[in-house]
């Protein structure tokens, strides 16, 4: 039986000073979330001592893992140097210019601190290039704490192929007019997708999707569909 006591004081301590006991809604897990000392290559370790295969790699962050030798010397280089700074850099610039080479779909990039961000500029970015309003997601998917996909985001499966989905706000801090401003489609679901869609025809402004569940014909599909 895995014993979690240290994680559970833990857990105790942060309350007062955190909702939950976290500052991460997502890592969040009843009646406790596992608090994490170490990692190492593809695995972490917890307060308790415990040992993980680690799958979420800080979310697709931590590509290389934990404690890469090559990673880990840039940064202490880095380091030396300073590691956060107000005006723009030269490694700004290289990264941004490998990404814009590997990628061709990337004519510019703009970085931000969280997906949250990204998905807040993103949308704003569509909304002034179209000059529309709406935006679509999937049923069930979480795009971040943004406003506009703060929908439907805790729907249980079950639903995620329900054609006739309406909007549901996350939370109490979320306006009535937020869930006029956005489209709930199906999970992976062509037909009813279109049928949704098309109801909303030039006022809308993007569709959300996260690249990791659907299928690539999904994702073509939606593209082709949202090009009104």
Not at 135 to 153: F, L, P, Q, T
Not at 164 to 193: K, M, W
Request: charged content about 20%.
């Amino acid at each position: 039986m895995l014993i979690t006591d240290v994680s559970a004081a833990a857990n105790r301590r942060a309350r007062p000073v955190m909702p939950l006991g976290n500052t991460r809604s997502s890592a969040f897990a009843t009646p406790y979330p596992i608090y994490l000392a170490s990692g190492e290559g593809a695995y972490v370790t917890d307060v308790d001592g415990n040992r993980y295969l680690d799958f979420q790699n800080n979310f697709t962050a931590l590509i290389h893992g934990y404690g890469h030798a090559d990673v880990t010397s840039a940064l202490l280089a880095q380091l030396m140097k300073g590691l956060s700074f107000a005006n723009p850099t030269f490694p700004e610039i290289e990264l941004a210019e490998l990404l814009c080479d590997r990628v061709a779909h990337f004519e510019q990039v703009r970085f931000t601190n969280t997906g949250s961000e990204a998905v807040m500029m993103a949308i704003k970015a569509a909304r002034a290039l179209t000059g529309r309003t709406l935006v679509a997601k999937c049923e069930g998917a979480y795009h971040g704490n943004y406003d506009a996909v703060e929908i439907n985001v805790t729907a249980p499966p079950t639903r995620w192929t329900d054609g006739c989905v309406g909007c549901t706000l996350e939370h109490d801090g979320l306006t009535a007019s937020v869930a006029r401003q956005t489209v709930v489609i199906p999970f992976n679901d062509i037909e009813n997708s279109d049928r949704i869609l098309s109801a909303v025809g030039c006022d809308l402004a993007a569709v959300l999707i996260d690249p990791c569940p659907p299928v690539p014909a999904s994702s073509r599909s939606l593209r082709d569909i949202s090009t009104i």
